[in-house]
């Protein structure tokens, strides 16, 4: 099964939130709702001897998707072509059930339209992307990214399947070391969700400590 | 016909991807009318190529246009440092564009002066004109030339050079803008001071180096990174130039080049540093004598740089403050070449004082033996080398002391030295900081001097690097003091040439002809009667008398402007032309300029802005509408490295015009206005009637004039008439398509196009769009060592051909203007200004600090007046969201950052019982006392206290507040009752509390007061009309009302009335008359 989700360098990532607002655009989110967040995780020490790092999160693409699960109507879904955790807003009918099964906190009831709205990876342009972005035509659907991955201030942001070893995902993966080394972490997983999302930090820059800011 | 669209379908509607059938119907009838450009795209989505103009630099982004509106904007992967990103400055722009907000048609304001009785009358175009001339002739015709000022904005917005000229145009010497002195002027200064290069801004796009072979496309030309180690020394690019700078600085550090940051604030660059040196605000200038002490003491610098290309060994007279010459030691020396003196110094070799002759490091050494630090008789006096003089200065900045004054640990500090200094190469970039404080010549003058005396210059990897290449067997190198550098000719005056000889100079003072000749050799608008005149304009600019470094941007000093609108001493500014955003926002004791206004200092005050700011809606009295940048072409001239990247507008709306038009129109239509007035036989007084002649005013300003200039034959516009700029968009098109048609690889494709729409067409999907100097032709070192036409290595052009470490031209230019004011010299500096025992410091040292916090330990007495009352030292910086005081309408950014953040760190936050999150009231000698009296000085209030959100955090030292600039459209938006309104720059700007009253300005260029200042802070309550909640923000969005045009006039963005071809004049250009 495909495991299509962004890998996310803190090494790189500055905090500017240019991802927040790449998506809005792109998804027309409404004021208030962000379908990604940018979290300053620390300072932590004690000043002059401070550490700190910015970690983006958005729906973690969770292989066992309790929003889905818990989905009384079938608007939580798996995109049936490529796995990507999706929302039907057609049949959504706004109980927010999945809001709470969430452990990441990372899906908005949008108020006008009385659904729930979620990180598509902007599956309406990337769906059959390999995550390699075609710089000299950047809707090539085969390439394309989403505008949170394409505007990234710092090439921060890498979208692809993680079964594809060649997706920009997994060779921003296997440059950090691999899954399992050091350097490459996952959000805590206490409810067993299995997060997809994958992010890296280099024990120079600051020590991994999830969300806990 | 206005076909009605919620905010929230408007929005949906822009950002269907793909799905025309999300396109409101409505958007095609309202085209109808449109032009055919537009029309012919139907639903269709079109690609064009521009750049972004939302921050200082340029990144290139795709813009994606349906039925005529921009629908996306996204980055353009061809940019050599930005490779594709765009930050949210970029992102927000279609929120700007399209912002109800906009001014979209010329505006005259119909009530009174003030937000609350705010009204505005839409009128076409050439009333505005007409009455904006007939204001300014008014007051020319009554009180002289110097009663109109002019003033913009800093780097990013949207005129220069037409603010500069226009002034001068109609004889006035009063212009400025809110950075100059407080942004970015010393640095640029500084660099042409020591060595006549480019400087060490990062932000200013000077500092290029570093991003040099970090995209693929260039790693796959060959071109490879070289910078080893960056000092940002008081910059972070990451916030300021996030896409651009802030990409490169990502690139930069992962593939290891180290960084020291040093900044009292954890910056993004401060947290992904090697080194961070949290320095406490308003002290770099001791932590930098810090690095001189070691590097000298251990002789950490490159030998053969320090001797033979800097003025380091020069032994110092110590009367005259200057380098003695040889022809002054040795009878009988002469100068071979006597634009290239020989200087003095001690030779190790001989155990003597000896010549110094400028020539080939790998011949001279061999020969001589210059001591870097040393102490000599000389002529019977006892001389120190320049060097000498820096190590005193460092003297007692050893780390131990320099952590005490500076709240930084000393072993951090020795390591980041050892970084700079043992590096194969390393160079720093220099931000805005020191700009804003007292030390703003000294921070730079030190810094420059470190990556010289390290011989980081010239080099791959170093920040002091030329993109030009040298010319072998040139001339000697010379450097004109005319104004930026020379940049424009001889517009701003002749000023004098540093090497070339006095006998030179005379000379070419003598070829101007007394008559305008247009075969004369100089330009021909130059006769000696108008460079006398710009000679005068120059003395008597105001505030130049002891900040005379402002020369080198033409600026008047902005608190003698505002004293000379409060008291009318020495001349009185009656009309003014301001051509950027928000002042109240950007200037320093933004209560006192408020209230120079308010109370009837200023009769008329014209704007122009695509934007209604609090600097508006409180003062102006008419509005000329400009285009936001995407709609503007060529707004910018400035590409990414050796790139160069077309920036045509792509869509167009309302009445809004190029910003060169508004000051090419009202200065031709005054000008006629006083052409005719004269002629009919009437005076015109070139300067201003009834100011007393050779009077100083209180502070800064002197006033020399004679009012001897015989206005009789002169002919307005003055000398080249305003510069920079097209008469109309389409002369802006013209010449933005010709400036491309210069690259070889575009010629073929821009033949025959004459248009916008043929130049949009031309390159919207070209892969090769863009102009690119070969990286061979632009990556170039060593270029002082290339031989000239002397058969010496080509140097630099300086006095001494050499990197003037010890910045000999500052002594000479606080006496008498030298080499700006040249031929007619300028008066002396005030000594109790200057603080090198009365001469400007050619050398960094730390002078007496104004209002320090009571917090600091200070046993040796560099803080002057301490108070307890104000026991924090505060400090700014940008943050990502906003560049200058663009953007606060911009809703996407104001839900995420609606109100600024003041960082205290949990020590001090604790102490005031502050909680995160907690809003903050800040007060500072600008919100305490009496009121500020302009007349008898008496006074330091000039606002109420400002307030901002506790952001509570080991992000800044105990003791040290962070805040950045803002200001609050909500408080005067349609939805508030008129009587509630406010302006919106009292709440939470902390440019209210900044001191451009009473501060130390530094002494060369006048910096006032930004940063490093003290201040208090106590637990407060939310400003009443400030929006803090997302939703609130809803007004903001695009939508079917503009707040500033009556309904019938049609706004927003399904308005076909607003959708318009550009706007068109139809008289002809006007020629240039000759001035005088």
């Known amino acids: 099964m495909a495991k299509r989700c962004l890998v996310i360098d803190l090494d790189r990532?500055?905090?500017?939130?240019?991802?927040?607002?790449?998506?809005?655009?792109?998804?027309?989110?409404?004021?208030?709702?962000?379908?990604?967040?940018?979290?300053?995780?620390?300072?932590?020490?004690?000043?002059?001897?401070?550490?700190?790092?910015?970690?983006?999160?958005?729906?973690?693409?969770?292989?066992?998707?309790?929003?889905?699960?818990?989905?009384?109507?079938?608007?939580?879904?798996?995109?049936?072509?490529?796995?990507?955790?999706?929302?039907?807003?057609?049949?959504?009918?706004?109980?927010?059930?999945?809001?709470?099964?969430?452990?990441?906190?990372?899906?908005?009831?949008?108020?006008?339209?009385?659904?729930?709205?979620?990180?598509?990876?902007?599956?309406?342009?990337?769906?059959?992307?390999?995550?390699n972005e075609n710089f000299n035509d950047t809707t090539d659907p085969e390439h394309a990214v989403p505008p949170c991955v394409h505007n990234c201030s710092c090439r921060a942001r890498y979208f692809g399947d993680l079964e594809d070893p060649n997706s920009a995902a997994s060779k921003a993966v296997e440059a950090a070391g691999g899954i399992g080394s050091a350097k490459v972490h996952s959000l805590g997983d206490p409810s067993g969700a299995k997060p997809t999302t994958l992010y890296i930090l280099s024990p120079e820059i600051a020590a991994w400590k999830g969300l806990q800011k | 016909m206005q076909a009605t669209l919620t905010r929230r379908s408007f929005v949906k509607a822009m950002a269907a991807v793909g799905a025309a059938t999300a396109v409101s119907t409505s958007y095609s009838s309202a085209l109808s009318t449109t032009d055919k450009a537009w029309a012919a795209t139907d639903s269709e989505r079109t690609m064009y190529v521009s750049c972004c103009h939302g921050c200082i630099q340029v990144c290139p982004c795709k813009v994606y246009v349906e039925n005529?509106?921009?629908?996306?904007?996204?980055?353009?992967?061809?940019?050599?440092?930005?490779?594709?990103?765009?930050?949210?400055?970029?992102?927000?722009?279609?929120?700007?564009?399209?912002?109800?907000?906009?001014?979209?048609?010329?505006?005259?304001?119909?009530?009174?002066?003030?937000?609350?009785?705010?009204?505005?009358?839409?009128?076409?175009?050439?009333?505005?004109?007409?009455?904006?001339?007939?204001?300014?002739?008014?007051?020319?015709?009554?009180?002289?030339?110097?009663?109109?000022?002019?003033?913009?904005?800093?780097?990013?917005?949207?005129?220069?050079?037409?603010?500069?000229?226009?002034?001068?145009?109609?004889?006035?010497?009063?212009?400025?803008?809110?950075?100059?002195?407080?942004?970015?002027?010393?640095?640029?200064?500084?660099?042409?001071?020591?060595?006549?290069?480019?400087?060490?801004?990062?932000?200013?796009?000077?500092?290029?180096?570093?991003?040099?072979?970090?995209?693929?496309?260039?790693?796959?030309?060959?071109?490879?990174?070289?910078?080893?180690?960056?000092?940002?020394?008081?910059?972070?690019?990451?916030?300021?130039?996030?896409?651009?700078?802030?990409?490169g600085m990502a690139e930069l550090r992962a593939i290891g080049c180290k960084t020291i940051v040093v900044d009292p604030n954890f910056s993004p660059d401060a947290v992904k540093a090697t080194i961070h040196l949290p320095v406490r605000p308003g002290s770099d200038a001791a932590l930098i004598l810090s690095w001189y002490r070691v590097i000298l003491d251990e002789e950490l610098y490159d030998k053969d740089f320090c001797r033979f290309f800097t003025n380091i060994p020069f032994l110092i007279n110590p009367d005259t403050k200057l380098p003695w010459t040889a022809a002054e030691v040795f009878d009988g020396h002469v100068d071979p070449d006597p634009s290239t003196p020989a200087y003095v110094c001690y030779d190790q070799i001989s155990k003597s004082v000896q010549p110094l002759p400028y020539g080939d490091p790998a011949v001279l050494k061999t020969q001589i033996d210059p001591a870097v630090v040393y102490e000599v008789e000389v002529k019977g006096k006892v001389s120190r080398t320049a060097g000498k003089v820096y190590r005193d200065e460092a003297d007692p900045w050893t780390l131990e002391k320099t952590e005490e004054f500076c709240w930084v640990p000393a072993d951090r500090i020795r390591e980041a030295i050892d970084l700079y200094a043992k590096a194969e190469v390393a160079g720093i970039a220099n931000g805005v900081a020191s700009d804003m404080e007292e030390t703003a010549s000294q921070v730079p003058f030190g810094l420059m001097g470190l990556d010289m005396i390290m011989g980081y210059v010239n080099k791959p990897g170093a920040t002091l690097t030329q993109n030009t290449p040298a010319a072998p067997g040139g001339p000697r190198p010379t450097h004109n003091w005319n104004g930026f550098s020379g940049m424009f000719g001889m517009i701003f005056g002749i000023g004098y040439q540093t090497g070339a000889t006095p006998e030179q100079n005379e000379a070419r003072i003598a070829a101007i002809p007394d008559e305008w000749d247009p075969s004369s050799p100089v330009p021909p608008f130059m006769t000696k009667t108008w460079l006398y005149a710009l000679n005068q304009l120059m003395i008597d600019r105001l505030g130049m008398k002891n900040h005379k470094g402002l020369y080198e941007w033409c600026h008047s000093h902005i608190p003698t402007v505002r004293e000379a609108i409060e008291t009318g001493e020495p001349f009185h500014p009656r009309v003014w032309f301001d051509m950027s955003g928000n002042k109240f926002a950007m200037l320093g004791s933004a209560g006192a300029w408020y209230n120079a206004i308010m109370n009837g200092g200023v009769d008329f005050i014209i704007c122009q802005y695509p934007m209604m700011t609090s600097f508006q809606i409180e003062c102006a009295d008419l509005m000329f509408p400009m285009e936001e940048w995407l709609e503007a072409t060529g707004a910018t001239e400035f590409g990414q490295l050796n790139y160069s990247f077309p920036c045509p507008g792509v869509i167009h709306l309302g009445e809004t015009v190029p910003n060169t038009v508004p000051p090419q129109r009202v200065c031709n239509a005054t000008a006629a206005l006083l052409n005719d007035y004269i002629e009919q036989g009437n005076k015109v007084v070139f300067g201003f009637e009834g100011a007393k002649v050779g009077v100083a005013s209180r502070n800064n300003g002197s006033y020399y004039h004679g009012n001897t200039i015989d206005t009789s034959k002169l002919r307005f516009p003055l000398g080249m008439g305003v510069m920079g700029g097209a008469n109309s968009e389409k002369e802006s098109w013209t010449a933005h398509i010709e400036k491309f048609k210069a690259f070889p690889n575009l010629a073929p494709k821009l033949e025959g196009v004459t248009d916008r729409e043929g130049m949009l067409k031309a390159m919207a999907n070209d892969p090769d769009f863009y102009g690119v100097t070969p990286p061979d032709m632009y990556w170039i070192y060593d270029q002082h060592l290339v031989p000239a036409a002397d058969g010496l290595p080509t140097g630099f052009a300086t006095e001494s051909r050499k990197c003037e470490v010890y910045v000999q031209l500052a002594i000479k230019m606080g006496r008498t203007g030298f080499p700006y004011c040249y031929p007619i010299p300028q008066e002396a500096v005030d000594p109790s200004v200057a603080t090198f025992d009365g001469d400007y410091s050619p050398i960094c040292n730390v002078p007496k600090q104004k209002e320090v916090p009571a917090s600091l330990s200070d046993p040796e007495g560099f803080a002057e007046d301490p108070s307890d009352e104000f026991p924090l030292a505060l400090t700014s910086g940008r943050v990502y969201y906003f560049h200058h005081g663009t953007m606060r309408h911009a809703p996407f950014a104001r839900e995420i950052y609606p109100v600024p953040d003041v960082r205290i760190n949990p020590e001090t936050a604790a102490k005031y019982g502050i909680a995160h999150g907690d809003w903050v009231e800040i007060s500072s000698r600008r919100t305490q006392g009496e009121p500020y009296d302009p007349v008898t000085r008496q006074g330091t209030k000039t606002a109420e206290p400002i307030r901002g959100r506790a952001y509570v955090a080991e992000v800044v030292a105990p003791n040290v507040v962070w805040m950045e600039r803002f200001w609050n459209p909500e408080c005067f938006d349609n939805s508030v009752p008129a009587e509630k309104r406010t302006g919106g720059w009292q709440e939470c700007n902390v440019n209210v509390i900044t001191n451009a009253v009473d501060c130390r300005f530094n002494e060369v260029f006048g910096s006032y007061t930004n940063r490093g200042f003290a201040v208090n802070i106590k637990k407060s309550t939310k400003p009443d009309l400030v929006w803090t909640e997302p939703k609130e923000f809803a007004p903001f969005m695009p939508n079917n009302e503009n707040q500033y045009t009556p309904a019938d006039a049609g706004v927003a963005i399904n308005n076909a009335a607003l959708l318009t071809p550009i706007v068109e004049f139809n008289d002809p250009p006007t020629t240039m008359t000759g001035g005088f």
């Open chain 1, 13 to 131: 990532c500055s905090g500017c939130d240019s991802c927040i607002v790449a998506c809005k655009f792109e998804n027309s989110i409404e004021l208030g709702n962000y379908w990604c967040r940018v979290n300053a995780i620390g300072p932590t020490g004690k000043h002059p001897d401070i550490e700190m790092y910015w970690l983006p999160v958005h729906c973690q693409q969770c292989e066992n998707s309790p929003c889905v699960g818990v989905c009384p109507t079938g608007a939580s879904y798996r995109d049936t072509a490529n796995n990507v955790v999706l929302i039907d807003k057609g049949k959504c009918i706004g109980c927010q059930y999945c809001i709470y099964a969430c452990p990441y906190g990372v899906r908005q009831y949008n108020e006008e339209e009385g659904v729930v709205e979620k990180c598509t990876l902007c599956n309406h342009i990337t769906a059959t992307s390999d995550g």
């Open chain 2, 68 to 247: 005529g509106v921009v629908v996306k904007i996204e980055g353009h992967p061809d940019g050599p440092t930005s490779q594709g990103s765009l930050c949210l400055k970029g992102l927000n722009q279609i929120h700007t564009c399209y912002s109800p907000r906009r001014v979209l048609y010329p505006l005259k304001r119909t009530g009174e002066r003030g937000v609350k009785d705010a009204k505005w009358e839409r009128i076409s175009w050439d009333e505005a004109v007409e009455l904006a001339a007939s204001k300014i002739f008014e007051a020319i015709k009554k009180e002289g030339t110097y009663s109109f000022m002019v003033s913009v904005g800093g780097g990013g917005s949207y005129s220069f050079m037409q603010a500069m000229t226009l002034p001068m145009a109609l004889g006035s010497p009063t212009v400025f803008e809110p950075g100059c002195a407080q942004c970015y002027l010393p640095r640029n200064a500084a660099a042409a001071y020591m060595y006549a290069g480019a400087d060490q801004s990062i932000a200013d796009c000077a500092v290029l180096e570093p991003f040099k072979g970090l995209a693929p496309k260039e790693i796959a030309k060959g071109v490879k990174p070289d910078t080893k180690v960056l000092v940002l020394w008081a910059a972070q690019p990451s916030v300021s130039q996030t896409a651009q700078s802030g990409r």
